[in-house]
Every structure is written in structure tokens, then in C-alpha cells.
């Protein structure tokens, strides 16, 4: 039975089976390989001593409170991976069919 999209807080759109279930195991693989690094996945030391609940695993760029850097050097001094012109598209195409 199709499902119809569906705004679920502003700016947030389920569109149910818009990526099969093959495309979302390549993602979940993906995603497993960028969590083990270069730069693994990490709980983020915030300034006023914190700790994120969350772990965070970044592309592209490396993020640190209030400021964006290629080379993780908080965590083990390593370039983050590059961001995938694949999943840079995945985004949009996934973007244009909640919204377009």
C-alpha cells in the first residue's frame, strides 16, 4: 500500500520507500567505513567542559566548537575524510523529491 509523504515537523518530510532497501544498505556500509576514520567517530569536548551525548563522525571538514578545520587535531591528528560527491548528490536529489 503507498504511503504519501508527509511534513513531520517544519522543515523535516518523510517520504516513505523514496531509497530502496539496496541504496540504504550501501549507505549504512558507508557510513560504518567513515565511523572507523581516518577520523573515527568521537563524543565532541565542548568548551564549558561537557561532553556530547552523541558521538559525530565528520566529512569534509572537521568540526570543533565554533570552529571548521580539515585535520582533526583533537582527536588524532589525522585529515578527515573528503565528502562523497555521491552522497552530495544523494542529499539533493532526496531534497528535490520532499520538496520539489
Same mark, same amino acid.
Given at each position: 500500500?503507498?504511503?504519501? #509523504?508527509?511534513?513531520?515537523?517544519?522543515? !523535516? +518530510?518523510?517520504?516513505?520507500?523514496?531509497?530502496?532497501?539496496? #541504496? &540504504?544498505?550501501?549507505?549504512?556500509?558507508?557510513?560504518?567505513?567513515?565511523?572507523?576514520?581516518? /577520523?573515527?567517530?568521537?563524543?565532541?569536548?565542548?568548551? $564549558?567542559? $561537557?561532553?556530547?551525548? /552523541? &558521538?559525530?563522525?565528520?566529512?569534509?571538514?572537521?568540526? &570543533?566548537?565554533?570552529?571548521?578545520?580539515? +585535520? %582533526?587535531?583533537?582527536?588524532?591528528?589525522?585529515?578527515? @575524510? *573528503?565528502?562523497?560527491?555521491?552522497? +552530495? *548528490?544523494?542529499?539533493? !536529489?532526496? +531534497? %528535490? *523529491? @520532499?520538496?520539489?
Amino acid at each position: 500500500m503507498p504511503r504519501e #509523504r508527509a511534513e513531520v515537523a517544519p522543515g !523535516a +518530510v518523510h517520504v516513505p520507500g523514496w531509497l530502496p532497501v539496496e #541504496r &540504504q544498505r550501501e549507505l549504512v556500509g558507508a557510513c560504518r567505513e567513515w565511523a572507523r576514520g581516518p /577520523v573515527p567517530m568521537r563524543h565532541t569536548a565542548l568548551p $564549558g567542559g $561537557g561532553v556530547m551525548s /552523541v &558521538q559525530t563522525v565528520c566529512l569534509g571538514w572537521h568540526w &570543533q566548537p565554533y570552529r571548521y578545520v580539515r +585535520v %582533526a587535531g583533537d582527536v588524532n591528528g589525522e585529515r578527515v @575524510a *573528503e565528502l562523497p560527491g555521491w552522497l +552530495v *548528490e544523494l542529499g539533493r !536529489a532526496a +531534497v %528535490a *523529491e @520532499a520538496y520539489g
